[in-house]
T-cell receptor, first 114, second 114 residues
Framework: AQKITQTQPGMFVQEKEAVTLDCTYD???????LFWYKQPSSGEMIFLIY??????QNATEGRYSLNFQKARKSANLVISASQLGDSAMYFC???????????FGQGTELSVKP | DAGVTQSPTHLIKTRGQQVTLRCSPK?????VSWYQQALGQGPQFIFQ???????QRGNFPDRFSGHQFPNYSSELNVNALLLGDSALYLC?????????????FGQGTRLTVV
């Protein structure tokens, strides 16, 4: 069965510092995609970054990068130069088929301190 | 260009009642997925609609049903409401064949069952 585990319920980071949010996954499929979403208090899920299981390079999108370690089945999100607006819930998710259902983790609440 | 629109934003229902939630997808999108997000949890996939048919379903009872209209908008119906159905219900739209990176989420409908 597919599963996403986020072991950090809450994280604090000082403004302008980098922070790593942990995510491990479990799947028996060889082809899958890993996603990170940000959920502000308004509720909508905002897509941040994607990593395909066959991608050899770690994904990068602006201040977001994904540290993909396939053998360890981990897909940690790194946010560089944290901003106050980064305070939100962050969810790691997985999909085993293109455009199909997403399996989400429990989320990590990130608080950025001034 | 309006994104994904969900209505209503908030709803209070009594146990045993029935509820209908609505979702208008982003312009150009033809696929709608529904998720249930209980407080403090990650979203859980309910089902996905494409071409007015349920294409994929998560582990939810038959009390949860849906519909997609010719204009691609969608409804989620929940019968015989239970207290445990209280949650944020998220709708995501996408264009078929594209990755979930192209999916957009609405702000959700917060359902409270009393």
């Amino acid at each position: 069965a597919q599963k996403i585990t986020q072991t950090q319920p809450g994280m604090f980071v000082q403004e302008k510092e980098a922070v790593t949010l942990d995510c491990t996954y479990d799947t028996s499929d060889q082809s899958y995609g890993l996603f990170w979403y940000k959920q502000p208090s308004s509720g909508e899920m905002i897509f941040l970054i994607y990593q395909g299981s066959y991608d050899e390079q770690n994904a990068t999108e602006g201040r977001y990068s994904l540290n993909f370690q396939k053998a360890r089945k981990s897909a940690n999100l790194v946010i560089s130069a944290s901003q106050l607006g980064d305070s939100a819930m962050y969810f790691c998710a997985m999909s085993e088929d293109q455009g199909g259902k997403l399996i989400f983790g429990q989320g990590t609440e990130l608080s950025v301190k001034p | 260009d309006a994104g994904v629109t969900q209505s209503p934003t908030h709803l209070i229902k009594t146990r045993g009642q029935q509820v209908t939630l609505r979702c208008s997808p982003k312009s150009g999108h033809d696929t709608v997925s529904w998720y249930q997000q209980a407080l403090g949890q990650g979203p859980q996939f309910i089902f996905q609609y494409y071409e007015e048919e349920e294409r994929q379903r998560g582990n939810f009872p038959d009390r949860f049903s849906g519909h997609q209209f010719p204009n691609y908008s969608s409804e989620l119906n929940v019968n015989a409401l239970l207290l445990g159905d209280s949650a944020l219900y998220l709708c995501a739209s996408s264009f078929t064949g594209t990755r979930n990176t192209e999916a957009f989420f609405g702000q959700g409908t917060r359902l409270t069952v009393v």
